[in-house]
């Protein structure tokens, strides 16, 4: 039995890190939406917890379920439909499929009732269990299924594989009680998933389907990423022919030495043999994605990666731009935009903090004299062109120069020296538009004209609140009993905030990279799971002082400023960073195991637990008005008010009037 529920709460992770990343990568309208998955998960597994004791079992649908939403998927992608851009944060874009309005209530629809069928299997074995015995073995499970996923997208493996995991997992859960439907089911899902990852046009990296094709004119190869389009791979002479103004950061430098030069989001390197032929002695190249480097490695008819100038680094660019000590002739920010978020749970894409006034300023700092620093992209609106060019002359003291043509997906270079006369240009910037305020490394959100939600945002909310609520009042589980577990809901909606500062802090100081976001993950978790050993084997600190001992590490995690992190080497930053990120995190959960162990009903205060980190979810919006380290503030309320709120359970344990009702025991 105890190795049933691991294996549950395996399937139920794992699936869930599935079709965060499985659909991000086919339904380009996720990429406006920070964690739309994460809140279908969320709700249909406290849905699924709800129903733990219902009559009728839904886990025998799951596989179903499951096989229908990915089946629907791949019948109705939506990707993007026009090429030469590689920008879609501003709308305004034709793309196939169904419409949003349409496809994404369907899609969000889908993944809880996926989750709620998994969940109702995973609660129904929970019960026969004491409940914090229960949560152990959950817990256990996750960090399984953590390190499952994280090991696939180490290998770089396609969905198949994904599919062939949870296929094979459903099989032995099912054992003996496999219904043709659900074999059928789970043969049809791995054969669709086998289909979509034999197609040779595609590629998977840690953070994109990658699809490749011809372009004109030929021999250029265009590059798309989760259906949207991104690079463009073709001979320096095509590109020179055709995209002068990439060769413009060379001509403002004419008398740089180019000794050393620095190019972040270095791609397929077509970037990279541009500064190699304009003379580049030494060219660090810097890419996140090792797929798209390695394609650039094979196919680039450049060959700029096998020249020996050349030194590739598989890196975040902000960590990389921290870290070293090469002091550069030419700094070049070549089309950084990810299209891609760090997470299912936050706002936050890979490239957020390159852009951010912090970032600017340490790019000049590694500037050697007379060098200079350029970035170019599709930046498509005027505002984000002065917003950019704002920053720069902020960081440098002086405006930059800005290159730019087109009127739609207006394509843009702005070049700016340490020294004003380190530049020739004869077009300094003069803003077109109020400028907008530099993103800092606290609200790094580049791309978001003013602090505030946009409406697109509200009214996805809206229907998100809309649909949970029609859920959790038509699952026929027992909500009615969720009112004694309030305080349960506020934890849960404070660790997803907690967990999402956590995530958002560690991107900032390591980089964004997958395996950053993944060994966080796995932190997380492990430090849940210290904390249920700890309460297992050690008499609780009195409840109010353990609540005292949170609120004083959120108080130590806000006035530690992250850039005193920032300048520590890299041991010392690790270690202080995760005394500051983890102490709130284990004794919240200290709190949380101490009073979970003690519920009347394992399921439903479980499934109130999650209901209220799906709240949490909706709350992290609020980080695109308040910035990231607000966050701390509000989860500061929400264990006040679990607080308060607990106190009348408390009051009866003590009295020794425990909500553990006599028939509950582990078997």
């Avoid at 953590?146 to 032995?172: D, H, R, T």
Wanted: with cysteine.
């Amino acid at each position: 039995m105890k190795m049933r529920l691991v294996l549950l709460s395996f399937v139920m992770l794992f699936v869930e890190l599935a079709l965060i990343r499985w659909l991000g990568s086919n339904i380009v309208y996720l990429s406006y939406f920070s964690n739309f998955v994460l809140l279908g998960s969320f709700l249909g597994i406290g849905a699924g917890f709800l129903r733990g004791k219902a009559r009728t079992d839904l886990f025998p649908w799951a596989a179903p379920a499951l096989a229908f939403l990915v089946t629907f998927v791949l019948i109705f992608p939506v990707q993007i439909d026009r090429s030469g851009s590689q920008l879609i944060y501003f709308g305004g874009v034709s793309a196939t499929g169904l419409p949003m309005y349409f496809t994404l209530p369907l899609i969000f629809a889908l993944v809880a009732i996926v989750m709620a069928a998994i969940a109702q299997g995973v609660a129904r074995t929970f019960v026969q269990f004491e409940p914090l015995e229960a949560y152990r073995l959950d817990i256990l499970g996750s960090l399984a299924g953590i390190v499952a996923f994280s090991l696939l997208s180490f290998l770089q493996w396609p969905p198949v594989a994904w599919g062939l995991v949870a296929a094979l997992a459903f099989v032995i859960l099912y054992g003996r009680s496999l219904r043709l439907l659900q074999a059928v089911s789970l043969a049809g899902l791995t054969f669709v998933l086998l289909h979509e990852s034999l197609n040779p046009s595609f590629f998977w990296s840690p953070y994109y389907k990658i699809a490749m094709f011809d372009a004109q004119p030929k021999p250029a190869k265009a590059i798309n990423v989760n259906g949207i389009p991104h690079q463009i791979m073709e001979p320096v002479t095509l590109r020179r022919k055709l995209e002068p103004l990439y060769f413009e950061p060379y001509r403002r430098v004419q008398h740089n030495p180019l000794r050393n030069v620095l190019i972040i989001g270095a791609g397929n390197g077509g970037d990279v043999a541009i500064a190699l032929a304009a003379g580049a002695q030494h060219v660090d190249a810097v890419e996140i994605d090792p797929r798209i480097y390695r394609i650039g490695r094979d196919m680039n008819p450049d060959r700029p990666y096998q020249n020996p100038r050349v030194a590739v680094h598989i890196n975040d660019g902000r960590a990389f731009l921290q870290q070293t000590s090469t002091h550069y002739d030419l700094i070049l920010f070549a089309l950084p935009d990810s299209l891609v978020l760090v997470s299912g749970q936050s706002s936050l894409r890979l490239e957020s903090y390159l852009f951010t006034i912090e970032s600017m300023a340490t790019a000049r700092e590694k500037l050697a004299p007379g060098g200079a620093f350029a970035m170019y992209n599709y930046y498509r609106e005027d505002w984000l062109i002065d917003r950019l060019a704002g920053t720069l002359q902020t960081a440098y003291g002086h405006a930059p120069c800005v290159d730019s043509t087109g009127t739609i997906g207006r394509f843009a270079v702005l070049t700016i020296g340490r020294d004003a006369g380190s530049v020739r240009c004869p077009h300094t910037w003069t803003p077109s538009t109020v400028v907008t305020a530099p993103a800092d490394d606290d609200h790094p959100f580049v791309y978001l004209r003013t602090r505030s939600i946009p409406p697109m945002y509200l009214i996805t909310i809206a229907g998100i609140l809309l649909a949970s609520l029609l859920l959790v009042r038509t699952s026929g589980g027992q909500t009615g009993q969720m009112a004694r577990y309030a305080d349960l809901a506020c934890m849960g909606a404070a660790f997803m905030l907690l967990e999402t500062k956590t995530v958002v802090q560690f991107a900032l100081l390591f980089g964004t990279t997958w395996f950053v976001n993944a060994l966080v993950f796995f932190g997380i978790l492990a430090s849940v799971f210290a904390a249920v050993e700890v309460t297992r084997r050690v008499r609780p600190a009195q409840n109010s002082r353990l609540y005292l001992a949170l609120l004083a590490a959120l108080a130590a995690a806000w006035l530690v400023p992250q850039e005193s992190l920032l300048a520590l080497p890299a041991a010392e930053r690790f270690l202080c960073a995760t005394a500051l990120a983890f102490a709130p995190i284990f004794l919240a959960n200290l709190i949380f195991a101490e009073r979970f162990k003690a519920v009347g009903s394992s399921t439903i205060a479980f499934g109130a637990n999650l209901l209220g980190a799906m709240a949490g979810g909706i709350l992290e919006y609020s980080s695109l008005i308040l910035g990231y380290h607000s966050l701390l503030i509000i989860v500061a309320l929400l264990y006040g008010c679990a607080f308060v709120l607990v106190q009348p359970a408390v009051l009866k344990v003590r009295q020794g009037v425990s909500e553990i009702p006599a028939t509950t025991g582990q078997s």
